[in-house]
């Protein structure tokens, strides 16, 4: 099956065209800023699209396709890094009735390296890792390469040691959600307790510290259903880390899968943490990422400013509490519904299938289409901050200057009987 191959400038005059779209078929990494196959400069053709190769051997791809509205009636532009890629994309779009499709196979060696053709990037795609920057920062420590920053690699999980201990990134230490969060409340711990438990695992203001977690199909019959949803609880551990004050903090982009689809080596060896004496900054040293009830109420009467509700729909009218420690059904009247996915333990709105964080436009666009947007300022809850958290990450990573987590969530408020719920479709 033959394609047209586009040059660079019929390309650079066709890329804003109302009726093109571009497919780009690197790993998301690299559609977000990362240079990962040599190039010069990283991101990708302003408007493109993320689908990666990677994704053309699952059972469902062409309904990824068709949800990033690209249209059988548009002009299919494909590109990416490799010619065997492209033409795999292109021939599966062609299959899948797709008629007007093309190639550009130039993007390397002429889109990147020509500083007068746009590239985007993900605002803060640095903080959002690859699997491929993991091994070889781990690669140069094992090294004792004396230029290697102080790292530290982070198995978050919740109640479930059993999630490191059967198989890990090597190198890794495992880390318990409980010890930068209260059970009682779920809310963010003391800062005397965040600094004891920082110190205890080896961690600074100064240390690198990457986290992740192993996905493991939780199960709401489970007494800790959370226990199984760990890469979520590590990206609950970040922001709470960063509120904190580690200062270079990093998420795996797709958490555990990600290294395990990367063919690397899973270690099943424990490794223990090294405490330290001193964190060495006071904490929190960015009380801004956090709002509790009273700004919380703030947020609400202000007309500047949005209380964001990241849970499922039947959690949000109030059908179900969403937690099995929950019993209050319900929302906090006057937030607005920014719909996580299924339930209390999935992000499916804001993930792809392979775990990794979502293309940050169509993340975007979800917020615009409900008129949340980054001039305002918005603090994103749900039941007990993890999903908050994860939402939080996104506008985050994409350079919003004014969101937080509301810490208390739905348990909070909840539980006080002075604060206004609602129920129905608002």
């Known amino acids: ?155 978050a999980h919740y109640r479930n040691p059993a999630a490191y201990e059967s198989g890990h990134i090597p190198g890794a230490i495992a880390m318990d959600t409980l010890a930068l969060e209260a059970a009682e409340t779920w809310n963010r711990r003391s800062p005397e307790e965040l600094k004891n438990a920082l110190e205890s695992h080896g961690i600074s203001s100064d240390t690198t510290v990457i986290l992740y977690g192993k996905f493991m199909w939780p199960d709401n019959d489970d007494p800790f259903p959370g226990s199984a949803a760990g890469h979520l609880g590590a990206i609950r551990c970040a922001v709470i880390m960063m509120y904190a004050g580690v200062q270079d903090v990093r998420v795996l982009n797709g958490g555990f899968q990600s290294w395990k689809d990367a063919g690397y080596e899973i270690s099943t060896d424990e490794l223990k943490p090294e405490p330290i004496l001193e964190f060495g900054a006071p904490i929190p040293a960015r009380p801004e990422l956090f709002v509790d009830v009273p700004e919380a109420k703030e947020i609400i009467s202000s007309d500047q400013s949005d209380l964001v509700s990241v849970r499922s729909w039947e959690e949000y009218i109030g059908n179900v509490s969403g937690y099995n420690y929950i019993e209050k059904k319900g929302r906090i009247p006057g937030s607005v519904f920014g719909n996580c996915g299924s339930d209390a333990y999935h992000m499916e709105n804001y993930r792809n299938l392979d775990h990794t964080i979502r293309e940050a436009q169509e993340v975007e666009q979800i917020w615009r289409e409900i008129s949340i947007t980054s001039d305002r300022r918005a603090a994103f809850y749900c039941g007990t901050g993890w999903r908050g958290s994860e939402a939080f990450y996104n506008a985050w990573l994409m350079g919003w200057p004014n969101v937080a987590v509301f810490d208390g969530g739905w348990f909070e408020w909840s539980n006080d009987p002075d604060n206004p719920t609602a129920t129905g479709t608002p």
């Open 1 to 155: 099956m033959a394609f047209a191959a586009l040059s660079t400038t019929q390309v650079h005059e066709l890329y804003q065209a109302p009726d093109v779209k571009l497919v780009d078929t690197r790993d998301v990494d690299s559609y977000n800023g990362w240079c990962l196959h040599g190039q010069s400069r990283g991101g990708h053709i302003p408007g493109a699209k993320s689908i990666p190769h990677k994704w053309s051997s699952y059972i469902d791809w062409i309904e990824i396709v068709r949800s990033k509205n690209i249209e059988p009636s548009q002009k299919i532009i494909v590109y990416g890094a490799a010619k065997d890629h492209i033409m795999a994309v292109a021939k599966l779009l062609t299959k899948a009735g797709y008629d007007d499709v093309q190639v550009y196979n130039d993007f390397f060696s002429e889109w990147t390296t020509s500083p007068n053709l746009p590239l985007n990037t993900l605002a803060r795609f640095d903080r959002l890792v690859p699997a491929s920057w993991v091994k070889d920062q781990l690669s140069q420590a094992n090294a004792n390469d004396k230029t290697t920053r102080d790292i530290t690699v982070v198995h």
